[in-house]
T-cell receptor, first 114, second 111 residues
């Protein structure tokens, strides 16, 4: 399968713990996006990378959140000191270089903070 | 990006065509209409997009009105597996990042 992959698919953690999610984009895609989706809502944009450069961050991305894409391939999203409000589905998408390129999504990581 | 309006839910009988409407009355000339769907607990799946001409692919057809203020996604022969939330998104062609999702339309295909 050559689609976007995300790991883990599910994560349960206790409040205050740190969690890290990984996203592997489609291999030839140089743009990578993170979204968050809470119950009953559409996905909301968090941040995006072009190659290894993080070019945009939403105000939703508090200072407890950090995203990296060190070699321009896979990306990680870390949440420090998790809160119950962080419980959501975290989605990753990738696209090619042109501004019109379609974004293809991964299956998501569902986070539950107890 | 222009705002879109979709009905919160629709029903369709299996085997019949599903026609999902979307209003985007403030759309600009350089904005594309994209459709995604999301089956329960999965990531959004790209369906189709268009600028002003009607488009068709193996999944669906997209009909955009001449004034571009509304569009309709057509699933020609809906199956139970087409039950999902369908999102209509308007996106500036020069935009190189975020998609702005609304709440979409929950399409339920009934046997």
């Amino acid at each position: 399968d050559t689609g976007v992959s995300q790991n883990p698919r599910h994560k349960i953690t206790k409040r205050g713990q740190n969690v890290t999610f990984r996203c592997d984009p489609i291999s030839e895609h140089n743009r990578l996006y993170w979204y968050r989706q809470t119950l009953g809502q559409g996905p909301e944009f968090l941040t995006y990378f072009q190659n290894e450069a993080q070019l945009e961050k939403s105000r939703l991305l508090s200072d407890r959140f950090s995203a990296e894409r060190p070699k321009g391939s896979f990306s990680t999203l870390e949440i420090q000191r998790t809160e119950q409000g962080d419980s959501a589905m975290y989605l990753c998408a990738s696209s090619g270089a042109s501004g019109r390129e379609t974004q293809y999504f991964g299956p998501g990581t569902r986070l539950l903070v107890l | 990006d222009a705002k879109t309006t979709q009905p919160p839910s629709m029903d369709c009988a299996e085997g019949r065509a599903a026609n999902l409407p979307c209003n985007h009355s403030t759309i600009s000339g350089n904005e594309y209409v994209y459709w995604y769907r999301q089956i329960h607990s999965q990531g959004p799946q790209y369906i189709i997009h268009g600028l002003k001409n009607n488009e068709t692919n193996e999944m669906a057809s997209l009909i955009i009105t001449e004034d571009r203020k509304s569009s309709t996604l057509i699933l020609p022969h809906a199956t139970l597996r087409d039950t999902a939330v369908y999102y209509c998104i308007v996106r500036v062609s020069a935009s190189n990042y975020k998609l702005t999702f609304g709440k979409g339309t929950l399409l339920t295909v009934n046997p």
